[in-house]
């Protein structure tokens, strides 16, 4: 973490003794700082570690979770985190999904930026188990899970890497899961519009690592977004959304569904612009091109009649009639923008 200029972060299970804590921080992180959760679990399950220029406060502390308050150089937002590294046991987890929940109701979380990331040892969604295909099930925890996610108004951070997160290791049997994430809420995606996770290898582990970023490196200007009505008679328009909607994460009955939905309509725009650039790219020109071959071919029908040049001449009518319907809905579209610019302009 100090070689990769990252402010802060978190070790779970590090299986280190408490005697021997301090001094293997002290060596690995030399000048930095560290927080841990000995006093509540006797193996520490969590090491939270920060730089000298980032300033943390412990919030809260339990056998499964540190939360605490963070404060970034360079950004001015100070953001609350919570570090969790839940149990084995279904049962004991329960304490974990109440201690989340009663931090939400927290007047010191109300209208704060809020991630909650770790190893969650339970999934969200049937999809995130390698034997969904074969045997799906919601299991209790998986409920427990989706519950606490709902009435903290929680989403998942937008991640890169691999969907699964864990692996048993086993050459029979072989299982994967997603059992590390990072939860956002509403505050913190306003805050930081632009943060992502990054999933990776961390060798020595079962578990994959992650890493956070709150701001791209690459800032590139888009144009405004514009919603071609002709692409919606295209057959691949429907298969296109829905295959978007299944694979990007699950909407859940919340107070904030309706800013999460706005946000999975938002991301669906690229998709929507790839399309758009498919299908209407050039069209006016391919309009004139598919009319002049249309031309051609009933020339040929004509002059040399044929079976096959009957079915050429049927092939080019139907080229030219999809694409020129695609033409004339796009201007059609385009000259009511363009007229509606006008109107607003002779007020």
Same mark, same amino acid.
């Given at each position: &973490? ?6 802060f972060g978190?070790?779970l299970?590090t299986k280190v003794k ?6 293997v ?8 700082? &560290?927080? %841990? ?6 193996f520490g ?5 920060w730089?000298?220029?980032?300033r943390?406060k412990?919030?809260?502390k339990?056998?499964?979770m540190?939360?605490c308050?963070? $404060?970034?150089?360079n ?14 046991s279904?049962?004991?987890?329960k304490?974990?999904?109440?201690d989340?929940? /009663?931090?939400h109701?927290l007047?010191?979380?109300r209208?704060k930026p809020w991630?909650? &990331?770790?190893?969650?040892?339970e ?20 409920v427990?899970f989706?519950?606490?996610?709902r009435?903290? %108004?929680?989403?998942?951070? $937008? ?8 692996c048993n290791?086993?050459e029979?049997?072989?299982?994967c899961?997603?059992l ?21 290898a961390?060798?020595? %582990?079962?578990?994959?690592?992650g ?5 791209s490196d690459?800032? $590139?200007?888009?144009?405004p ?5 002709a ?11 829905e295959d978007?909607?299944?694979? /990007?994460?699950a ?17 669906? $725009?690229?998709t929507?612009?790839?399309l ?5 790219a050039?069209?006016?020109?391919r309009?004139?091109?598919?009319y ?6 009933q020339?040929?029908?004509l002059? /040399?009649? /044929? ?7 049927s092939?080019?009518?139907?080229r030219?009639?999809r ?7 796009f201007?059609?579209?385009k ?5 509606l610019?006008v ?5």
């Amino acid at each position: &973490m100090r070689s990769n200029s990252f402010q802060f972060g978190c070790l779970l299970e590090t299986k280190v003794k408490q005697n021997r804590a301090e001094s293997v921080a002290s060596s690995v992180f030399q000048d930095w700082s &560290m927080v %841990s959760n000995y006093e509540s679990h006797r193996f520490g399950r969590i090491w939270v570690v920060w730089s000298k220029h980032t300033r943390v406060k412990v919030e809260f502390k339990s056998g499964q979770m540190i939360t605490c308050s963070i $404060k970034i150089q360079n950004f001015d937002v100070e953001f609350l985190c919570s570090f969790v590294y839940a149990s084995n046991s279904a049962a004991e987890r329960k304490e974990l999904w109440r201690d989340i929940k /009663s931090q939400h109701d927290l007047a010191l979380f109300r209208g704060k930026p809020w991630i909650v &990331m770790g190893d969650y040892n339970e999934t969200l969604d049937l999809d995130e188990h390698s034997n969904s295909d074969t045997s799906p099930q919601i299991t209790s925890g998986m409920v427990d899970f989706q519950d606490v996610v709902r009435y903290c %108004s929680l989403k998942d951070l $937008k991640t890169h890497g691999p969907i699964f997160t864990w692996c048993n290791k086993r050459e029979e049997d072989l299982v994967c899961k997603k059992l590390d994430r990072v939860l956002q809420n509403v505050v913190w995606y306003q805050s930081f519009p632009q943060a992502y996770c990054v999933i990776e290898a961390g060798g020595c %582990s079962d578990h994959l690592r992650g890493k956070i970023f709150l701001s791209s490196d690459i800032q $590139k200007p888009k144009a405004p977004f514009k919603f071609a009505n002709a692409i919606a008679s295209q057959p691949e328009f429907v298969q296109t959304v829905e295959d978007y909607w299944g694979q /990007s994460a699950a909407l859940f009955h919340s107070t904030s569904s309706l800013f999460w939905l706005s946000k999975k309509l938002k991301l669906l $725009k690229p998709t929507l612009r790839t399309l758009s650039r498919n299908k209407l790219a050039n069209i006016s020109t391919r309009a004139a091109e598919a009319y002049d071959t249309l031309c051609t071919r009933q020339q040929n029908s004509l002059s /040399s009649p /044929s079976p096959q040049e009957i079915v050429e001449e049927s092939i080019a009518f139907e080229r030219w009639e999809r694409v020129a319907g695609l033409d004339e809905s796009f201007l059609k579209q385009k000259s009511k923008l363009h007229w509606l610019n006008v109107g607003d302009n002779n007020k």
